[in-house]
């Protein structure tokens, strides 16, 4: 099992940034790719970006430009660097991660929320 640990979020005005950190812990080894998701009240859980373990990024359009992910590995922590927000960004983040052949594993943890508010 996979156990995943999300932590980083808070309230921040508009136009401003926040780092998010994923942590795992347990079977890493199985890791392939690990992703950002959020979701906002009333809405579906979305992708916002993910990492594989060489190094490979996906954005969703929303974020381009805006956000960027990274890994340390020798940390087992995936980040989200968070700049220019926007209130729309407004959602609980989670991270989980898959392996090669997209498999989900572990569960969806506790998430960290970001409020983008004046």
């Known amino acids: 099992q996979v156990q995943f640990v999300e932590s980083g979020g808070g309230l921040v005005q508009p136009g401003g940034s926040l780092r998010l950190s994923c942590a795992a812990s347990g079977s890493i080894f199985s890791i392939y790719v690990t992703g950002w998701y959020r979701q906002a009240p009333g809405k579906q859980r979305e992708l916002v970006a993910d990492i594989t373990r060489g190094g490979s990024t996906n954005y969703a359009d929303s974020v381009k430009g805006r956000f960027t992910i990274s890994r340390d590995n020798a940390k087992n922590t995936v980040y989200l660097q968070m700049n220019i927000l926007k209130p729309e960004d407004t959602a609980v983040y989670y991270c989980?991660?898959?392996?090669?052949?997209?498999?989900?594993?572990?569960?969806w943890g506790q998430g960290t929320q970001v409020t983008v508010s004046a």
């Open positions: 989980r991660a898959s392996t090669y052949a997209r498999v989900m594993l572990g569960n």
